[in-house]
């Protein structure tokens, strides 16, 4: 071969540029990631940093375990969407007639199945009576959530069914403790309107995460993660978890908090200012007419497409109006979602309506099959559909009645999800 | 992709059909690679040599791109010594991206009783695969090392040790072994940042001092080499790597971790392969998970065509060379419990390359590579690609 032609060779590698050798960036419907539109450029820079402590994969000389669940937050919540069956928390607890023991001195009520070498990791007791798997939740717009004032949850709420339509949803009431208080009081302190969180109603506090509402807001549930899945301190929670049966309190050695404050800042930071999930299609006709039958058979009286946040220092997130399908109220599923597990302020047959908007996309965050509902039982949006008993069952059977036209469009409408 | 031991079989297959089909080869075997340096010779007294690499990169993983930066890899210094006629010494130590890591690569004194037996103490290279005892950057067309070289053989892995090796001739072929104890790999692969398996973080300076279990790792490598074919090779090694035991007293149940490796390199015609595939199985407490792999397996396969022979004044063996590399990495070969399906953790890459040594001892590279990762859940997780651009030689 000459010099021309190898020269030639590379004047047409260089011709094509570089841009046509290198992977393109995803579509927007394609991945759930990304900072939401309107943010300044230092917001994106501790967006990113949060984004980092993410994805972190920490081990057992960060503090890690010594019993723990997974080693990242990434690990369960791969893309930011929902995660994956092999990495369901598994929580359990008895009961014991006028109330469901968390039976911590087993080590409950969360499971950590995993543990650093030579150290036991835990085990579902034989005398718990509930034992639940949650899969990981989506974390893509959670902010919102996190935004909203307590005053509309209030007003969504309807524990009676005054209404008469069926459903009633109840706040999920958390006794008072000091980390919710903490939790309350930190956010508190960056709010333009303290008192929109926070509120007792009957001296309790409203949880709004967690699949039974169980934390009241991000740097709660944040915190808690750290905790409860990958077994690291933070300035709200020192301790580190230990295996009770493992007959020491001896845990890791490294010294606490494993996990600085500002970590936890940022990575609330990330949470709060994640975008919200892309809808596709959202225009078309067969989705618009899907939109009215999940309208028409009750779906959206418990997955509220509509809410608005409240008064935030975060101007993207101050008061803007948002659609992510749920109304963070606990609801009776019924036998058909009843895993004889209670938490918090949520009875056994209770659970938090989980949001939808992404619900199509998780998938291809879970290798390429879906897995619905809390512990990935559904592996279709008919089967989840079928899961519902309770307050839920009227939709299911309105589901059931549908003509197989109207069926294909309400697919069509949770498909641009 | 997830051929695991069809992988390592096709690797195989390629290499033995190699072998049949080749024309010629060089003539080094694997186990002489590191006195195979220029400036290194075997009468005399001490001599000092070394290489140097270093590279560009340009890299874009699902279009985003931290931009364009330089990186000096390596600047490593070899020191031999004759001793004496039998006896000969050989260091390395590297200096890796400056002084950012520092270690002392190779520290050995071979003592030949026979061509056939010589006994090797010191800190050496396990015999684990072709890669290890020949990864001196100016003998590669490419500017990154093989994943499988890396990620799963933890090269460059140096251990402490003694064994023995030696070659005889069979017939027309030479046959060569190599078997050592050495200190073996420690905590690390289990106990890392890595949330995984992870062999290359089992190694440790501490290791340099003192065993972290008492029991030695053992490896061993035999090889054939025709000369106008090429050479193939088949290694082990396997030992204890976590600290089971701590004063006289067991805290802990032993576990393994064994490598088995199977290296070719063969010329076909004007094309030289190299091809290095490995399967690995560590014991892991059950506490741990399926998070982190029983079994890794991995290989790659090298192609190096010279294309041109420049005729420069000053430069008579100067060569332009097309090269290619296909490279899979796969960290856990197992399948999720709850769902039955295989667990990914895994990345596939080519590259595609073009090199020009104006002399054996220098090379500039020019690389496009292309990633696949696959997560832990199976999900096609990044594609990413970049440009590269390099040099390494000898001095």
Not at chain 1, 187 to 203: F, K, N
Request: hydrophobic fraction near 40%; glycine fraction near 12%.
């Amino acid at each position: 071969m000459k010099l021309g032609t190898v020269g030639l060779m590379l004047i047409a590698i260089a011709s094509t540029g570089c841009d046509a050798l290198a992977p393109g960036v995803p579509t927007d419907d394609e991945v759930l990631a990304g900072t939401i539109e309107g943010m300044t450029a230092s917001q994106v820079g501790q967006h990113l940093a949060g984004d980092e402590e993410f994805a972190r994969v920490l081990g057992f000389a960060d503090g890690l375990g010594p019993i723990f669940v997974a080693a990242s937050c990434e690990q369960c919540h791969v893309g930011d969407a929902k995660g994956h069956p092999s990495f369901n928390l598994t929580r359990f607890g008895r009961d014991v007639g006028d109330r469901f023991d968390p039976m911590i001195s087993f080590g409950g009520p969360q499971l950590q199945h995993r543990a650093a070498p030579g150290y036991p990791a835990e085990v579902v007791p034989a005398e718990a009576t509930g034992v639940t798997r949650l899969t990981p939740p989506a974390v893509t717009g959670l902010g919102y959530l996190d935004a909203v004032d307590d005053t509309t949850l209030i007003r969504l709420s309807d524990p009676d069914d005054a209404d008469g339509d069926g459903i009633s949803g109840r706040l999920a009431l958390l006794d008072p403790s000091e980390l919710i208080e903490s939790s309350l009081a930190l956010e508190a302190s960056q709010s333009p309107t303290p008192g929109s969180q926070g509120t007792r109603v009957d001296g309790r506090f409203i949880g709004r995460f967690g699949k039974k509402a169980l934390t009241v807001n991000l740097l709660h549930q944040t915190v808690g993660a750290y905790h409860q899945d990958m077994g690291l301190t933070t300035d709200l929670l020192t301790e580190d978890l230990v295996n009770p049966l493992a007959g020491a309190r001896a845990s890791d050695g490294v010294a606490d908090p494993e996990i600085s404050s500002g970590v936890v800042a940022n990575v609330v930071f990330y949470l709060k200012t994640l975008r919200v999930p892309p809808r596709r299609n959202a225009d078309d006709a067969d989705v618009r007419a899907g939109e009215a039958v999940f309208e028409e058979i009750g779906c959206a009286s418990c997955h509220v497409p509509t809410l608005r946040t409240g008064r935030s220092n975060l101007a993207v997130l101050d008061r803007v109006e948002f659609h992510p399908y749920t109304d963070l109220l606990l609801h009776d599923m019924g036998p058909e979602l009843d895993d004889g597990y209670a938490e918090g302020g949520a009875g056994t047959a209770e659970w938090r309506t989980p949001p939808l908007w992404g619900v199509s996309l998780q998938e291809r965050f879970q290798g390429g099959q879906a897995f619905l509902l809390h512990d990935g039982r559904a592996r279709s949006f008919e089967e989840a559909i079928e899961f519902h008993g309770g307050e839920g069952a009227a939709s299911r059977e309105g589901f059931r009645a549908l003509s197989p036209e109207d069926r294909v469009r309400l697919l069509r409408f949770l498909e641009s999800l | 992709m997830r051929a695991g031991p069809f992988g390592v079989a096709a690797f195989m297959t390629l290499g033995v059909a190699s072998a049949a089909l080749a024309q010629s080869a060089d003539t080094t075997l694997a186990q002489e690679g590191i006195f195979n340096r220029p400036f290194i010779t075997s009468s005399g007294g001490t001599s000092i040599g070394g290489y140097l690499e270093g590279n560009t990169n340009w890299f874009v993983e699902d279009g985003v791109g931290e931009g364009f930066s330089m990186e000096l890899r390596r600047f490593n210094i070899f020191l031999f010594a004759s001793v004496s006629p039998r006896v000969r010494f050989l260091s390395e130590l590297e200096f890796e991206h400056g002084t950012e890591e520092i270690a002392l690569e190779t520290a050995l004194i071979d003592v030949r009783l026979h061509p056939a037996l010589v006994f090797r103490a010191g800190i050496l290279l396990p015999p684990v695969g072709y890669f290890n005892q020949n990864h001196d950057g100016p003998r590669w067309d490419f500017v990154e090392r093989p994943l499988v070289s890396t990620e799963i053989i933890p090269s460059t892995l140096s251990e402490v040790g003694a064994g023995l090796y030696g070659k005889a001739a069979l017939g027309s072929s030479v046959v060569s072994y190599d078997v050592y104890a050495t200190n073996g790999l420690g905590n690390g692969i289990v106990n890392n940042a890595e949330g995984r398996t992870y062999i290359p973080a089992g190694k440790s300076e501490e290791q340099f001092a003192e065993d972290n279990n008492g029991t030695p790792s053992l490896s061993a490598r035999v090889a054939v080499r025709r000369p106008a074919i090429g050479e193939l090779g088949l290694s082990w090694y396997g030992g204890a790597y976590n600290s089971f035991q701590r004063e006289g007293e067991a805290v802990d149940a032993s576990r393994r971790v064994d490598l088995v490796a199977l290296d070719a390199g063969v010329r076909l015609g004007p094309v030289a392969f190299r091809g290095e595939a490995v399967m690995a199985r560590v014991q892991l407490p059950e506490s741990l998970g399926e998070v982190f792999g029983e079994r890794q397996w991995g290989g790659h396969l090298d192609a190096v065509v010279p294309i041109w022979r420049p005729k420069l004044a000053g430069y008579r063996d100067a060569v332009v060379a097309l090269g290619g590399r296909v490279e899979h990495v796969d960290f856990n070969r197992g399948r999720f419990a709850s769902t039955g399906r295989p667990i990914g953790d895994s990345v596939t890459g080519v590259v595609a390359g073009l090199s020009f040594r104006p002399t054996d001892e220098t090379v500039f590279r020019a690389n496009y590579r292309f990633d696949w990762s696959r997560d832990l859940v199976g999900n096609d997780r990044t594609r990413a690609a970049g440009l590269q651009l390099g040099f390494a030689t000898y001095f």
